[in-house]
Structure formats: structure tokens, C-alpha cells
């Protein structure tokens, strides 16, 4: 029992503390959550974790971190070293889908193939071209994201939250 009076007071302490803090508010996950994929596809990140096991692991083991983090903080169900108005988790969620879709638009436009050389290297000889094969996983990105964020969304409007 007194054990876990002190796990408690570890985590209440952790949890007021001004990292707790910071991650914790809504904006910053978001923006993490948000820059992230910019990051992958746009910087040598992706192509780097498709030459290497090792980074491919410490990659999504950080992915698991920053959706906890995000999701944490935005939905403001466990305990939480402040809480915010909830005004704010619903302008972010409608500034989320407009970076989303831009994300999508973005790799399904543009003239950039994200680690072509990886690719081309691979010689793959069936399927769609590499420039294909992106405009299709954009819409597949544009898409899900949008669709997996309707969940979420329905979580921001429940009665329990309106009150």
C-alpha cells in the first residue's frame, strides 16, 4: 500500500511538472503530430529508415510515443496537469484536416517521388510507375487520415464534453 502511495506521488509530481506541461497542451501535440510525416517524406528520413532496421524500429517506437502524447493531450480523458477548453480540440481537429489534405495534395501533385532511388534501385518491373504508385498512396494518405479522424471527432462531441 505504501508502495503504491509513492508510485502516485512519483506520477502527480511528473504530471505537474512543466515538461507535463508543455506536451500537454494541445497545440504542441498537434503540431508534432502534424509535422512529422512533412518530416519523413520531405527530408532523408524515409529513405533512411527503408535502408535501415534499426532506424525503422526507433521510428515507429517514437511514432507510438508522439500518438500518445497527441492523443493525451487532446482528449484530456486521464488525469492532466491542466485542462483546456474544449473550443480548442475542435479548432485544431478542422486545422488538422486542412494539413492532412495538404500533406495529401502536396505528395499527389507535386513532381517530388519520395526515395526514388530506394525504388528505383529495387527494379521493379510490375505494378503502377513509381509517380503512380505515389498518387495512389496520397489518396490512400488523404483518405484514411481523413476517415480515421471521424472517430476521434465524434469523441470530441460527446455529451459528456459538451456539458
Same mark, same amino acid.
Given at each position: 500500500?505504501? @508502495?503504491?502511495? @509513492?508510485?502516485?506521488?512519483?506520477?502527480?509530481?511528473?504530471?505537474?511538472?512543466?515538461?507535463? =506541461?508543455?506536451?500537454?497542451?494541445?497545440?504542441?501535440?498537434? $503540431?508534432?503530430?502534424?509535422?512529422?510525416?512533412?518530416?519523413?517524406?520531405?527530408?532523408?528520413?524515409? @529513405?533512411?529508415?527503408?535502408?535501415?532496421?534499426?532506424?525503422?524500429?526507433?521510428?515507429?517506437?517514437?511514432? $507510438?510515443?508522439?500518438?500518445?502524447?497527441?492523443?493525451?493531450?487532446?482528449?484530456?480523458?486521464?488525469?492532466?496537469?491542466?485542462?483546456?477548453? =474544449?473550443?480548442?480540440?475542435?479548432?485544431?481537429?478542422?486545422? @488538422?484536416?486542412?494539413?492532412?489534405?495538404?500533406?495529401?495534395?502536396?505528395?499527389?501533385?507535386?513532381?517530388?517521388?519520395?526515395?526514388?532511388?530506394?525504388?528505383?534501385?529495387?527494379?521493379?518491373?510490375?505494378?503502377?510507375?513509381?509517380?503512380?504508385?505515389?498518387?495512389?498512396?496520397?489518396?490512400?494518405?488523404?483518405?484514411?487520415?481523413?476517415?480515421?479522424?471521424?472517430?476521434?471527432?465524434?469523441?470530441?462531441?460527446?455529451?459528456?464534453?459538451?456539458?
Amino acid at each position: 500500500m505504501r @508502495e503504491a502511495c @509513492e508510485n502516485k506521488a512519483k506520477l502527480d509530481r511528473v504530471l505537474n511538472g512543466k515538461v507535463a =506541461h508543455l506536451l500537454t497542451y494541445p497545440p504542441i501535440g498537434s $503540431v508534432i503530430l502534424l509535422a512529422t510525416p512533412w518530416l519523413l517524406y520531405f527530408t532523408g528520413w524515409y @529513405e533512411a529508415i527503408l535502408r535501415n532496421g534499426g532506424l525503422d524500429a526507433l521510428s515507429r517506437l517514437a511514432l $507510438v510515443v508522439i500518438g500518445f502524447v497527441y492523443f493525451y493531450g487532446r482528449l484530456q480523458i486521464d488525469p492532466m496537469p491542466r485542462k483546456y477548453p =474544449h473550443l480548442i480540440a475542435v479548432a485544431i481537429t478542422f486545422v @488538422e484536416v486542412v494539413f492532412d489534405a495538404g500533406l495529401g495534395l502536396v505528395l499527389w501533385l507535386g513532381p517530388l517521388v519520395v526515395a526514388a532511388a530506394y525504388y528505383t534501385a529495387l527494379g521493379r518491373t510490375w505494378g503502377p510507375s513509381l509517380r503512380m504508385d505515389q498518387i495512389i498512396g496520397a489518396g490512400v494518405l488523404w483518405i484514411g487520415g481523413d476517415l480515421a479522424g471521424l472517430p476521434f471527432l465524434a469523441a470530441l462531441f460527446s455529451p459528456d464534453d459538451l456539458r
